[in-house]
Each structure stands twice: as C-alpha cells, then as structure tokens.
C-alpha cells in the first residue's frame, strides 16, 4: 500500500487500486480527467467503487468510537452520506 500511496497520493485511490489494480485507476482518471476519487467514481467497476465505501464506512465506524476521531467536520459529513447510501 506504501507504493500505492506513492504512486496516487490519495488513500481512496489507494484502497481502489489495492481492489481492483491500479490499471483501472488510471484509465478512470483519464478519463474523468480528474484524481479525486468521487469525480472518477463512476468510471470504476462497481465492486471497486463498493470496495472503497465499504473502507470509508468501516473507517467512519471505528474512528467514531468513544467519541474519538481524527476527522473533520467535512470529513464526517462525506463519510455519514456513505453510511447512509449503504445502510
């Protein structure tokens, strides 16, 4: 995951192409023409877009617990849109 991170500098990104690969990634970011994972989304298979909500709402879990967390405030917002799409 190190030389993932290297390679896309953004851990969405990350978790995709550590699901799917990072050939995907690219050919989403080509076209979408963009590196941010929501704006490229839709240009990745649907397992791979499953995959990394599935990470940010575990994530949003566990971080959230004990009233804990590292995330911001937009952050948080982003993350509970997930939970709910999936929940």
């Known amino acids: 995951m190190r030389d993932l991170y290297r390679e896309f500098g953004d851990w969405l990104l990350v978790v995709a192409a550590?699901?799917?690969g990072p050939r995907p990634i690219y050919n989403a970011i080509k076209k979408s023409g963009s590196r941010n994972?929501?704006?490229l989304q839709?240009?990745?298979p649907a397992e791979t877009?499953?995959?990394v909500k599935r990470y940010i709402a575990t994530h949003y879990y566990f971080e959230g617990k004990g009233g804990l967390t590292t995330l911001t405030k937009s952050e948080t917002t982003a993350y509970q849109k997930?939970?709910?799409e999936w929940y």
Do not use: A, M, Q, T
Request: proline fraction near 0%.
């Open 18 to 20: 550590y699901n799917g």
């Open 37 to 39: 994972f929501w704006k």
């Open 42 to 44: 839709h240009f990745l």
């Open 49 to 51: 877009r499953g995959h």
């Open 82 to 84: 997930v939970l709910d």
